[in-house]
């Protein structure tokens, strides 16, 4: 099944540590994984070259977690390929 979500904010977290905050973001993928696109607004470089990386959006009354398998930006546009976060 293919699932679309659209958030407004959300995090890039190296533990406690923000790696990278963004805006307007959007996840396109299936249960098992997909890609989270998403407006930077600020980052941690040193952070985004740590591991592991969850992928935090808020969705209403509910939290959406990724585990971040790769991340890649240009400009300031993240495009990460995430999985489902179990825990």
Do not use: K
Not at 6 to 14: A, D, I, L, N, Q
Not at 45 to 69: C, D, H, N, T, Y
């Amino acid at each position: 099944m293919n699932l679309a979500l659209t958030g407004h904010e959300g995090t890039v977290r190296w533990g406690y540590r923000r790696a990278v905050t963004f805006g307007a973001c959007r996840y396109e993928g299936t249960g098992t994984g997909g890609t989270l696109t998403a407006q930077i607004t600020s980052c941690d470089e040193f952070a985004m070259q740590q591991s592991p990386l969850i992928a935090i959006v808020p969705m209403g009354r509910a939290v959406w977690r990724w585990i971040v398998r790769d991340l890649r930006i240009e400009g300031s546009t993240l495009t990460a390929t995430v999985e489902p976060h179990e825990g």
